[in-house]
């Protein structure tokens, strides 16, 4: 079974600064994707950015970029520029690439941002 | 516009009462998948299904039931065998033959048990 363990329950960043959330798994598999998923006070799940673990390059989304690194089973998501609308719980999140489709989540780390 | 609805909002329910939640996607995904949320906590999955009349229970499937008579349909029965069913309840969909393999949400429903 696989694991997803995000080690920073709460963090906080001022507006405009970088800030990075951390992210282990634990899978005998090779073959994954892994996923950030950003929920606002609106609770609405919404994807950030999404990484296949074949790929050797990083995963950017305008502001957002991770830092994979594979024999580490480590997975950031590093948020450039924070503005007050970043304000949310982060999700890290596994899917093994088997069809199924099925997510395993981490416990979320809330982040604030301030101005 | 293209989504996933879910209904109610909000519902509150009396020990000893099943509920239903109500979850529908426009997006013509094959997929779809019921999950729990508790306070401060991450996902946890119920059920899932991959095809019309056919689901799997998940990681707490215990005291739920669902069913999938259409492909955009996928209502959640909360029973009165689940034992501690206050939580916000998430649907999600995806395509399954696709290189995105990526799950969206619905809005969620919160279920207040008093």
């Known amino acids: 079974a696989q694991t997803v363990t995000q080690s920073q329950p709460e963090m906080s960043v001022q507006e405009a600064e970088t800030v990075t959330l951390s992210c282990t798994y634990d899978t005998s598999e090779n073959n994954y994707y892994l996923f950030w998923y950003k929920q606002p006070p609106s609770r609405q799940m919404i994807l950030v950015i999404r990484?296949?673990?074949?790929?050797?390059q990083n995963a950017t989304e305008n502001r957002f970029s991770v830092n994979f690194q594979k024999a580490a089973k480590s997975f950031s998501l590093k948020i450039s520029d924070s503005q007050l609308g970043d304000t949310a719980m982060y999700f890290c999140a596994f899917m093994k690439h088997d069809g199924s489709n099925m997510l395993t989540f981490g416990g979320g780390t809330r982040l604030m941002v301030k101005p | 516009d293209g989504g996933i609805t879910q209904s109610p909002k909000y519902l509150f329910r009396k020990e000893g009462q099943n509920v239903t939640l109500s979850c529908e996607q426009n997006l013509n995904h094959d997929a779809m998948y019921w999950y729990r949320q508790d306070p401060g906590q991450g996902l946890r999955l119920i059920y899932y299904s991959q095809i019309v009349n056919d689901f799997q229970k998940g990681d707490i499937a215990e005291g739920y039931s669902v069913s999938r008579e259409k492909k955009e349909s996928f209502p959640l029965t909360v029973t009165s065998a689940q034992k501690n069913p206050t939580a916000f309840y998430l649907c999600?969909?995806?395509?399954?033959?696709?290189?995105?393999?990526?799950?969206?949400f619905g809005p969620g429903t919160r279920l207040t048990v008093l």
């Open positions: 990484q296949e673990a074949y790929k050797q």
């Open positions: 999600a969909s995806s395509k399954l033959v696709s290189s995105t393999d990526t799950q969206y």
